[in-house]
């Protein structure tokens, strides 16, 4: 066992899981893949030949949820084989992904597919923390004061304040007003790290955030980041659902994704402007350049510049899209329980 690598409180952990997943007391090779301070710990290790992800979680919390969620997933072929979990040691090994680029072309058909195949697997575990967009419509003492903090921060001028939550207000009373719609999610699919493409096949990783949501949360998040036009849209919903999407699946969609503007707008703007004063005049990637850009993983959101410049182009793509005919038709539609 390599304790220049492995946390040393962590190697009798790695040295079990090892022994359990292969009969072998030790990897062969290892290279450290931890992203960054305060992450997870992950590693490639090489155990007879093959390689495998080695993830250590550092951060606190039940691991009960999350490896349940992550074995379904596995079981179901959209997450690599989980060789070992251990919810004591927060240890898992599974298949190691060696990822390809994956053209936008080809994930419009095959990530709806996947989240369709996710979403119809049996009732993930609730959660007792969202990191969601679904967050926004959670009443209580935590979402008012994360709206309260933000309207209290000044980073965005009055007249867009006064938008934003004007437009939320009408846009979570609707929403609110909906039949739940839940199923077994994902819910960090924001990044495109979460999703490999091996050359053949398309696999969603760390499993971390995942409990049972509404299906939209996903949905919306992954096609803000990919969809880019009407053609486009028609043919994400057609790949998910099976066929042409009706009015109200259309609308709920539309409502869902604004909220996703919403949230990680909010977020992202908090966080990296730490209280000072962002820079508006400071020029902006178009919206879907910029998503482009992040897809292929040209774009990393450690610093505290580029979480602005992302909650700004949220920000923008949702300015413009909360002026539109199409915002108020979408309301339009849901507040109608029995109409298009």
Same mark, same amino acid.
């Given at each position: 066992m390599d304790d220049f690598i492995i946390p040393q409180e962590q190697i009798a952990g790695v040295t079990r899981g090892i022994k359990k997943a292969f009969g072998v007391a030790a990897f062969d090779d290892i290279r450290d893949l931890t992203e960054r301070p305060g992450s997870n710990r992950a590693f490639r290790i090489v155990v007879k030949g093959p390689a495998y992800l080695l993830r250590i979680n550092t951060r606190p919390g039940d691991m009960t =949820? #999350?490896?349940?969620?992550?074995?379904?997933?596995?079981?179901?072929?959209?997450a690599p084989r989980v060789h070992y979990a251990s919810t004591e040691d927060r240890i898992s090994i599974t298949d190691f992904v060696q990822a390809v680029p994956f053209p936008v072309t080809d994930a419009l058909l095959r990530l709806p597919a996947a989240l369709r195949?996710?979403?119809a697997l049996s009732p993930f575990p609730v959660a007792h923390f969202?990191?969601?967009?679904?967050?926004?419509?959670t009443k209580g003492p935590a979402l008012d004061g994360f709206l309260q903090k933000f309207r209290t921060a000044n980073i965005?001028?009055?007249p867009d304040l006064d938008l934003l939550f004007t437009r939320y207000t009408q846009l979570a009373a609707v929403y609110s007003s909906l039949d739940p719609d839940l199923a077994p999610s994902h819910n960090d699919l924001f990044k495109p790290d979460n999703i490999l493409f $091996?050359? =053949?096949r398309l696999w969603l990783v760390d499993w971390e955030a995942a409990f049972q949501? $509404? =299906?939209y949360a996903d949905?919306?998040?992954v096609a803000n980041m990919l969809v880019a036009n009407e053609t486009e849209e028609q043919m994400y919903l057609y790949e998910y659902f099976g066929a042409p999407p009706g009015s109200r699946q259309v609308a709920r969609f539309y409502l869902m994704k604004q909220l996703a503007h919403m949230f990680y707008a909010i977020a992202f703007l908090s966080l990296g402007s730490a209280g000072e004063a962002i820079d508006w005049r400071e020029p902006l990637p178009a919206y879907y350049d910029f998503q482009r850009r992040f897809w292929r993983r040209e774009v $990393?959101?450690? $610093?505290? #510049?580029s979480k602005t410049v992302y909650g700004r182009v949220h920000w923008e793509q949702l300015r413009h899209n909360l002026r539109q005919p199409r915002f108020d038709e979408a309301l339009r539609i849901l507040s109608n329980p029995h109409g298009s």
């Open positions: =949820r #999350h490896f349940s969620c992550m074995q379904a997933a596995a079981e179901a072929g959209l195949a996710l979403h969202n990191t969601t967009c679904t967050f926004l419509l965005l001028p009055q $091996d050359g =053949r949501n $509404d =299906r949905l919306a998040v $990393d959101l450690a $610093d505290n #510049h």
